[in-house]
């Protein structure tokens, strides 16, 4: 029996972007466009004709805004909704205001004629698009299988198998991969976190120039200080860094010192930041010292870098599928039997409190 196709409705003011779109949604076989819409109004009359399983949407349009048509649809009829946004500094607040309102994902809108630009977006949109459909679901599927991908090794070479980081200090940094969903998973883990933690390093896959908001807006609310990592920040208790978006991030040391190295890269395990990226250089540099904990999101990032993380002495928590929009990230962890302990969302600050 053939499987349905995800139904997308893409709804952009530009007759160009709406084009592009349909064309990167249509060359994966397992999603189709069923239209597209210039303004919410129109978007509305396609709904109303058929509902799609999925809406890709920006957020400045004539006629209505994309918050406000999102803030219409959550309240009449939820559905899963990807913001597509060019998200510039205004745009990135309000990126995170619609993640507020219920959209599942706010992905960067594709750059017209740069060729590995619109690559790249084909991978994050389409990716975005199946994540929103399977988030949806009361049962998660298992992430399918997926065209072959780039590992953290084309950002930072696997140790051999007999080095293991150095043990000089017992100094405990904490690392964080999260996707789809995550950046509710960070508010909640980091809100429960004291000014004595130790120093944290994240990885939440998000667009370019998106971070630095989410960073801020995380600092006003927390006890610890959250902010955007820039190459050479020191990894210090009551500090958590957050991998700038489309650069990797990197735990470096030296001497008893951690400190962080923001790079460029190409995509690894389909994203940049990428948490394998992340979570191989605790292995080489932190090794038993590093605590892991991988959240909800789609795909399987992060699950080769926590399986490095516990031949290397590493402590690894995972989110359960309880309290997970996507469990595809912790499952697949799980899976390679690189996690210790499996704990609800609300349970994880208390854990790492009391074990770092």
């Known amino acids: ?15 160009i972007v709406r084009q592009t779109m349909e064309d990167i949604l249509n060359s994966d076989p397992r999603i189709e466009v069923m ?9 509305a009359e396609k709904i109303a004709k058929e509902v799609p399983d999925v809406i890709t949407l920006d957020v400045e349009m004539p006629r209505m805004d994309g918050i406000t048509f999102l803030q219409k649809i959550m309240s009449q009829h939820p559905m899963p909704v ?19 309102c219920g959209a599942i994902e706010v992905i960067q809108k594709p750059q017209l004629g740069t060729k590995q630009f619109l690559k790249e977006s084909k991978v994050r949109i389409c990716d975005a698009v199946r994540a929103a459909h399977v988030a949806q679901m009361k049962k998660i599927s298992p992430p399918k299988k997926v065209e072959p991908k780039l590992t ?49 390093v994240i990885v939440q896959h998000m667009p370019e120039k998106f971070t630095s908001a989410f960073a801020s ?24 860094l957050i991998a700038p978006g ?60 926590m399986k490095e993380m516990k031949d290397a002495g590493a402590f690894n928590i995972a989110q359960d599928e309880k309290t997970s929009v996507v469990f595809g990230m912790p499952q697949e962890a799980i899976k390679r039997n690189c996690v210790d302990k499996v704990l609800p969302l609300e ?6 409190r009391n074990h770092s």
């Open 217 to 240: 807006r995380l600092d006003g609310i927390c006890d610890i200080t959250v902010k955007e990592a820039a190459s050479n920040d020191t990894v210090i208790r009551g500090r958590a």
């Open 35 to 43: 239209a597209t819409a210039a303004d919410p109004f129109i978007a």
């Open 1 to 15: 029996m053939k499987k349905k196709k995800i139904r997308v409705l893409v709804v952009d003011d530009s007759a």
């Open 246 to 305: 489309n650069q990797h991030v990197l735990l470096k040391r030296s001497g008893a010192r951690y400190f962080v190295e923001v790079k460029e890269g190409p995509l690894v395990s389909r994203h940049r930041p990428s948490v394998d990226v992340l979570f191989r250089s605790a292995a080489r540099y932190a090794g038993s010292n590093a605590l892991g904990v991988i959240m909800t999101g789609m795909g399987d990032d992060g699950a080769q870098g």
């Open 347 to 352: 349970s994880i600050a208390g854990y790492v």
């Open 82 to 100: 990807v913001i597509c946004s060019t998200l510039s500094t205004y745009g990135s607040q309000t990126g995170l205001k619609a993640l507020e």
């Open 152 to 200: 953290a090794d084309a950002v930072i070479a696997k140790p051999k198998a007999a080095s293991r980081a150095m043990v000089e200090t017992t100094e405990k940094v904490v690392v964080v991969g999260a996707s789809t969903g995550g950046t509710e998973a960070l508010k909640v883990f980091l809100e429960s976190m004291p000014q004595d933690s130790p120093g944290i």
